[in-house]
């Protein structure tokens, strides 16, 4: 049997990770995430020193406070760019988008002019050009080797600003390629897009935990391609604007998926949409930053002879802050850095091989073999070892992968197939030697409590064979009419009957901790308190009581199917108090159960559900025993063989699912009965009138019609208690 689990295991396994069982693709790549995230924690990078410098000018809180709110003006902007020029700069990236013209001073000003001072209207119009801070910025950007950035949209067809065309070479068909299509976009002024030396998008979309763990080098929009920030800037620094972004694809099925991209003579691994695992140096601030007010003041900041510089912001205020697998937070614009830095440098991208499929399987078939030929043959102590040896092999094996040929092979699933593996072989030695003991215990299991074996096989003395006096609960719960019921039905469709509805109701008393005390008929007697103590007898006692009238609810339809053509309903009563508990019974058959006169009362409020049409009746010690729980009184009675009178109630939900309409129809119960039991029966008649009108519960018939027997006037020695007179 484990060996043709295990079988079953291997299949199961391949069909997830082939992706053919789609419910569970949720799940495991949330799985594959985290472990994903948890490797690249691990990754260790050669300092950033040794590769191209890299330096973020940041548009950070102290320079948002001392340069004004952004957006600055585009003067500020263009005195950004040329200073940072002027120190040295290679490549200047803007990560971020100017989409809206500036307004020109002159036409804020030229209207107050034309009323107040007109002749100053042709001098005003004049300084329009050297005003123009677009046009300023433009002629600024136009002898510097600036890369403007933009945003495309994935679901929006919004389309603002110019996207200049990128230089691509791809000799699939478009419609046959598997690249990433986008709806719209944000971009540039098309005089700054024109000025730019590049333009390139800085759109990165996060998994569906909202994780950034991918960039894409191009994107699709309207049947062109276009590329990243990222790789313009590149091109920019490799002198190789002019040379277009190669891209190979291999076909599957009708599809051209892409392998790799090919940039100033490098191979970039990418997926097959022409995306790339993002290689976190670590966590933020692991490139330099300069503060653009330090530039902007010509205070002291670092030489940038050759070094590219990206312009972007980790400031609060202005949202540009991503989720990543390092941590919350990250700066999307050393994001850009992080993608600069790992183009200028492939060796660094993890990638994930066209062969890696075949590999996985083959290695899940390969485990799967040898744990199937090796774990029989152990011991449970010694599997477990060898299981974890193996799992820590496996591990290994893919760390190594992961930091030296930078390969990104899935470990969930192996390591998985070799946990859920080695379970079933341990759990199945285990059953073996356990097996007698087992079947002492399934055979006795369904005539005694569960916790009763239990503890008899570990100790005979923890049971009191003699017999206890213990506080208690005890739950009846009896079909109604089942007499009626049952009559229309077969003797096999009757078994069928009481085992389906036996079956959870019996399940239910078991989750609760109770135990069966017998089965009469339709009847079901259960107790809380022994053989196991249960401080929380009482509460336990009501919440099975509460579970079994919505599971009798739930279960109609199976009734129907049984012939059953009425509603299948119970009535349960439950009592706490003393009662005497232990195995009696004579020499030939003995019971564990339960006796005494508080046993009788619960059986007692068993019967009286019917008298007012509820399905759950319990005495007032065991409401107060249950304070996270819901009740209304139902009435104060004396019960057939007992004098003294007892306040019944009805459980009604948990304290937590209470509802503001509930509540409010609990006071006008309360309020109703309380004018019933003071003698008030004209008030009385009042409310219950209304409630009865309200919700339409027989209950409150039942009282209106106990009162119009008096012409609904208390009699004299009314004392609030109602006897009844029949079981």
Request: aromatic share 8%; proline share 5%; with cysteine.
């Amino acid at each position: 049997m484990p060996l043709i689990a295990s079988l079953c295991l291997l299949i199961i396994i391949s069909l997830l990770y082939l992706q053919k069982i789609p419910s569970t693709q949720a799940f495991l790549q949330r799985l594959n995430s985290i472990v994903y995230d948890l490797r690249m924690r691990t990754t260790s990078t050669e300092k950033l020193n040794d590769f191209t410098p890299i330096y973020i000018v940041d548009i950070d809180e102290l320079s948002l406070k001392q340069e004004g709110q952004w957006p600055w003006s585009r003067q500020k902007i263009a005195l950004l760019i040329d200073k940072l020029h002027q120190a040295g700069s290679a490549a200047i990236t803007l990560d971020i988008t100017l989409a809206e013209p500036e307004t020109n001073p002159v036409d804020l000003i030229s209207p107050v002019l034309a009323q107040k001072k007109p002749e100053l209207l042709n001098t005003m119009e004049s300084l329009r050009t050297q005003l123009d801070g677009d046009l300023h910025l433009a002629t600024t950007m136009a002898n510097k080797e600036v890369v403007l950035g933009y945003l495309f949209h994935p679901y929006s067809d919004f389309t603002k600003g110019y996207i200049r065309p990128s230089l691509v070479e791809n000799n699939t068909p478009l419609s046959q390629l598997s690249s990433l299509k986008m709806q719209g976009y944000t971009a540039n002024t098309p005089l700054l897009a024109q000025a730019a030396t590049q333009n390139g998008f800085f759109t990165v979309q996060p998994d569906s935990d909202g994780v950034v763990r991918k960039a894409a080098l191009i994107l699709e929009h309207k049947n062109k391609i276009y590329t990243s920030l990222a790789v313009e800037t590149a091109k920019v620094y490799l002198d190789a604007k002019q040379e277009p972004l190669t891209l190979r694809s291999k076909k599957v099925a009708n599809v051209n998926t892409i392998t790799h991209a090919e940039l100033a003579g490098q191979r970039i691994r990418t997926d097959p949409t022409g995306q790339i695992l993002i290689p976190y140096i670590g966590k933020a601030h692991s490139f330099p930053y300069i503060s653009a007010t330090q530039v902007l003041r010509n205070q002291k900041i670092p030489d940038l002879t050759d070094a590219i510089v990206i312009i972007g912001t980790s400031a609060q205020a202005l949202a540009d802050l991503r989720t990543t697998p390092l941590q919350t937070s990250y700066p999307g614009v050393e994001i850009q850095a992080t993608l600069i830095h790992a183009l200028l440098n492939p060796a660094l991208i993890p990638y994930s091989p066209e062969w890696k499929d075949g590999a996985t399987i083959a290695l899940l078939a390969t485990l799967s073999v040898f744990m199937m030929l090796l774990f029989p043959l152990l011991r449970p102590l010694n599997l477990m070892i060898i299981g974890f040896m193996l799992l820590a092999i496996i591990t290994g094996a893919n760390l190594w992968l992961w930091h030296v040929p930078r390969i990104n092979f899935d470990l969930v699933l192996p390591a998985m197939l070799i946990m859920l593996s080695g379970s079933i072989f341990v759990l199945h030695r285990l059953l073996q030697e356990h097996n007698q003991r087992q079947l002492i215990h399934d055979m006795f299991g369904r005539y005694v409590p569960v916790g009763h074996i239990n503890r008899l096989l570990e100790s005979r003395e923890a049971i009191n064979m003699d017999g206890e006096r213990r506080e208690m609960s005890v739950l009846f719960s009896d079909i109604r009419n089942f007499t009626a019921l049952s009559e229309g039905l077969s003797t096999q469709k009757l078994k069928q009957f009481l085992n389906i509805y036996l079956t959870p109701i019996t399940a239910i008393i078991f989750n609760q901790q109770g135990t069966i005390d017998k089965y009469i008929g339709d009847l079901v007697m259960a107790f809380w308190g022994a053989p196991l103590d249960d401080p929380q007898h009482a509460e336990h006692a009501v919440m099975a009581a509460l579970e079994m009238r919505d599971k009798t609810r739930a279960m109609q339809k199976e009734f129907q199917d049984l012939g059953l053509t009425e509603t299948v309903s119970a009535g349960t009563g439950i009592h706490t108090g003393e009662m005497n508990v232990g195995d009696m019974g004579s020499s030939y058959r003995r019971a564990y159960t339960v006796l005494g006169d508080a046993v009788n009362l619960g059986s007692r409020l068993e019967s009286l559900t019917k008298q007012y049409a509820i399905s759950i009746l319990t005495s007032e010690e065991t409401m107060q025993r249950c304070p996270a729980i819901i009740f209304r009184q139902i009435d104060h009675v004396r019960v057939k063989g007992r004098q003294e009178p007892v306040k019944i109630y009805e459980p009604l939900c948990l304290k937590k699912t209470l509802t503001p309409t509930s509540e409010q129809q609990i006071i006008k119960h309360n309020t109703a009965l309380s004018s019933y039991f003071s003698g008030n029966w004209g008030h009385a008649q009042q409310e219950l009138s209304s409630l009865f009108e309200l919700t339409k519960e027989p209950l409150y018939q039942v009282y209106l019609q106990r009162m119009q027997q008096s012409d609904f006037r208390a009699p004299d020695d009314w004392d609030g208690v109602f006897t009844h007179t029949s079981k």
